[in-house]
């Protein structure tokens, strides 16, 4: 009788995803992002929209919580380009592997640029 090599339990924090499908699930979870931001948005964009006191009332609101700004304007970004990139392959371009790396790590670093670019707008 065979012995069974497999795994008893599957760790996810041990398994190394390669940088595709990091990116994909980062395009994934912003998406999601977006979709529960979105009644604050229009929340903000209401408010805005309204006398000038609930634009001032808004903007110090928005002060307060300017790591949800910082969050939500991330999931956009990210959506963005990892969505871009997406129809790009599409179309047919870059669908090799290596060209697929490399276009999942220049969308990470230019999330993580845009990640910098935001924060020092927010907080400085």
Known sequence: MAVDKRPVFLN???IRFPVTALVSIAHRVSGI???LALPGWLWVLQSILGPEAGYQSMLSTLHQYAVLVWVSLMALVMHLLAGLRHLVMDMGWGESLCAARASAWLIGGL????AVMFGVMLWV
């Open 33 to 35: 992002v977006m979709v």
């Open 111 to 114: 999330a993580a640029s845009c």
């Open 12 to 14: 996810l924090f041990k």
